[in-house]
C-alpha cells in the first residue's frame, strides 16, 4: 500500500474508532440507567447489572457505526486540507478519487463489520439479553432474595429476609400473604432454601411456625419444614414471545403463516433494515468525500462544505429512518429505501470523477502515485 494510503487509513481507522467508542458509551448509559431499578428494587450486583446493559453495546456500534464514520471522513480530510497535505498530494499528481480510496477502503472494512454484527452478533447478544431481562423481572430468585428490605413481589405478598449466606442458605424468613383477607397467612422460620422442583420453584422453610386468620380465628402450626409453591408469583422466560431484533436473517423474511400479515410485514421490514443500514457506512463515506474533495483550496477553512455534507448526511438517515417505518405498512416502500441508500452513493461516485485514473500505465503511475509512494 502506498505511504499516503497508510497515512490517511490510520488516521481515519483511530479518529473511527474514538468517536464510535465515545457515542456507545454516551448512549450505552443512556440505557444503562434505564435497568437502573433492578439494582435499586430487586437487589441485583453490579455485576449482573452489567453483563445484562453490556449485551446492548452490539445493537448500539451498529447504529452507531456509519455515522461515526462520517464524522471521522469529515474531520481527517478537513485536517489534512487545511494542514495543506491534501494540496501537496493533489501538485504530486493524484487525482481526487486516489485521495478518496484510502477512505473507501475503511467504509468497506467498517461495511463488512455492520455486516457481521447485524447478521449474526446482534441477534445473538439481543436473545441473551430479552432472555436475562426476562429472567430478572420474573424469577423468584431477584424477586426474594433482598436482605434487610421488605420486598413485594405480586401485590398482596410481603417477604423479608434477615441475612442470606453464600451457599444461598437465608436466615430469619417472615412471609406475609394478605392477597385474600378472609384468610390471612403469617409464616416464619429460622432459615428457608429456593429449591427448584419439577413441579416449579418451591421455598422451603425450616424451623418455623404459620398464622393464619379465617373468618376471625387464629390457627397456629409450627413446623420442622414447610414447602411454600411460589411458581404463581414467576413466569418462565422461555415462554416470552421472540422480538424481531432477535432473530436472524432468514427467519425475519420468511412469512410465517401463523402470524398476522402486519405481523409478518414487520419482520420484513427489520430484515431489510439489516439489509440497507451497514451500506450506509460507505454511501455517507461517499458523499463527505464528494463534498470536500471538490472546490477549490481556501486557508480560512472549509465549513460551508462541511455544513453542507452534514445536511445532507442529516436528510439521508432521517429519510432512511421514517422509510424503515413505511416500510413494515407498505413493504414496496423499499425500493425508494434502496434508492435512498444508492443514488446518493452513485451521485457522490460521479462527483469524484477521474476514474479511469484506477488503471493507470507505468508511466503515468511513476509520474503520480509514485512521487508519494515513498
Known amino acids: 500500500m502506498y505511504q499516503y494510503r497508510k497515512y490517511i487509513v490510520r488516521h481515519l481507522v483511530h479518529s473511527t474508532l474514538l468517536i464510535t467508542l465515545s457515542l456507545t458509551s454516551i448512549v450505552w448509559l443512556t440505557q444503562a440507567l434505564r435497568f437502573i431499578d433492578f439494582i435499586v428494587n430487586q437487589g441485583v450486583s453490579i455485576m449482573v447489572f452489567l453483563q445484562l446493559t453490556l449485551l446492548l453495546v452490539p445493537s448500539l456500534v451498529l447504529m452507531i457505526l456509519p455515522p461515526a464514520l462520517f464524522c471521522s471522513v469529515l474531520f481527517v480530510y478537513n485536517k489534512l486540507k487545511i494542514d495543506s497535505e491534501l494540496i501537496v498530494?493533489?501538485?504530486?499528481?493524484?487525482?481526487?478519487?486516489?485521495?478518496?480510496?484510502?477512505?473507501?477502503?475503511?467504509?468497506?472494512?467498517?461495511?463488512?463489520?455492520?455486516?457481521?454484527i447485524a447478521l449474526y452478533l446482534q441477534p445473538v447478544s439481543y436473545s441473551r439479553f430479552r432472555d436475562m431481562q426476562s429472567f430478572l423481572r420474573n424469577n423468584y430468585v431477584s424477586l426474594l432474595l433482598q436482605e434487610g428490605v421488605f420486598s413485594n413481589p405480586v401485590p398482596g405478598l410481603t417477604v423479608f429476609i434477615r441475612e442470606r449466606t453464600k451457599n444461598g442458605v437465608l436466615h430469619g424468613i417472615l412471609v406475609h400473604d394478605n392477597r385474600s383477607p378472609e384468610a390471612t397467612v403469617t409464616m416464619m422460620a429460622e432459615e428457608a432454601k429456593l429449591v427448584e422442583t419439577p413441579e416449579g420453584p418451591r421455598f422451603l422453610l425450616l424451623n418455623g411456625n404459620r398464622q393464619e386468620v379465617h373468618n376471625g380465628k387464629l390457627s397456629f402450626l409450627t413446623f420442622q419444614n414447610y414447602t411454600m409453591d411460589i411458581s404463581l408469583y414467576t413466569h418462565a422466560a422461555s415462554a416470552r414471545p421472540p422480538d424481531v431484533q432477535e432473530m436472524f436473517l432468514s427467519d425475519l423474511l420468511t412469512t410465517d403463516s401463523n402470524l398476522t400479515p402486519q405481523e409478518n410485514q414487520k419482520r420484513y421490514a427489520e430484515g431489510q433494515q439489516r439489509i440497507l443500514w451497514p451500506a450506509y457506512s460507505l454511501t455517507l463515506t461517499m458523499v463527505?468525500?464528494?463534498?470536500?474533495?471538490?472546490g477549490q483550496f481556501n486557508r480560512r477553512g472549509h465549513w460551508q462544505r462541511i455544513a453542507i455534507a452534514a445536511a445532507l448526511c442529516v436528510v439521508i438517515v432521517f429519510t432512511e429512518i421514517g422509510l424503515r417505518g413505511l416500510m413494515a405498512s407498505h413493504p414496496p416502500i423499499v425500493i425508494v429505501a434502496y434508492l435512498n441508500l444508492l443514488v446518493p452513493c452513485l451521485i457522490a461516485w460521479w462527483a469524484l470523477g477521474d476514474h479511469t485514473s484506477l488503471i493507470l500505465s507505468p508511466r503515468g503511475r511513476g509520474q503520480g502515485e509514485g512521487a508519494v509512494a515513498t
Open 288 to 294: 463527505a468525500l464528494a463534498v470536500l474533495l471538490s
Open 89 to 116: 498530494m493533489q501538485a504530486a499528481g493524484l487525482s481526487k478519487w486516489r485521495l478518496a480510496i484510502p477512505a473507501v477502503q475503511v467504509a468497506t472494512g467498517v461495511t463488512i463489520l455492520a455486516y457481521c
